[in-house]
C-alpha cells in the first residue's frame, strides 16, 4: 500500500491549505483514513481521522478549522485547513488503517505545513 501526500506549503496565520493523500488501492479496503502531525520536538499526534462513512472526528484543537473529506473514486482523502494557526506547523502525515485479526497502519511520506509571517 502506498500513501502519497501532497498539498503543504507556507502560509501565513490565518491562511488555509487543503492536503491531499491517494492511495494505492481502494481505500473502501481500509477501515479509517487519517491525518496525524507531528511537530518538531514533539510526539505525533491525531488531528483527524476519516471513517468508510464519511464521518470524520476532529482533535479538539482544530475543530471548526480543518474539514476531513474523501473522493473513494479518486482513492482520495483531503483536510482542507482554514483559520490557520502557527501551532499548526508540523509535518503531516497521511494514514490508512486496516483491522482484520489484528490492526496494520500504512502512512504516507509527510507533507510540511508551515504557518509564519
Known amino acids: 500500500v502506498q500513501l502519497q501526500a501532497s498539498g503543504g506549503g507556507l502560509v501565513q496565520p490565518g491562511g488555509y491549505l487543503r492536503l491531499s493523500c491517494t492511495a494505492s488501492e481502494s481505500i473502501f479496503s481500509f477501515n479509517t483514513m487519517g491525518w496525524y502531525r507531528q511537530a518538531p520536538g514533539n510526539q505525533r499526534e491525531l488531528v483527524a481521522t476519516?471513517?468508510?462513512?464519511?464521518?470524520?472526528v476532529y482533535a479538539d484543537s482544530v475543530k471548526g478549522r480543518f474539514t476531513g473529506s474523501r473522493d473513494n473514486a479518486k482513492n482520495t482523502v483531503y483536510l482542507q485547513m482554514n483559520s490557520l494557526k502557527p501551532e499548526d506547523t508540523a509535518v503531516y502525515y497521511c494514514?490508512?488503517?486496516?483491522?482484520?485479526?489484528?490492526?496494520?497502519?500504512?502512512w504516507g511520506q509527510g507533507t510540511q505545513v508551515t504557518v509564519s509571517s
Open positions: 476519516i471513517i468508510a462513512d464519511g464521518t470524520t
Open positions: 494514514n490508512a488503517r486496516r483491522i482484520l485479526v489484528k490492526k496494520t497502519d500504512y
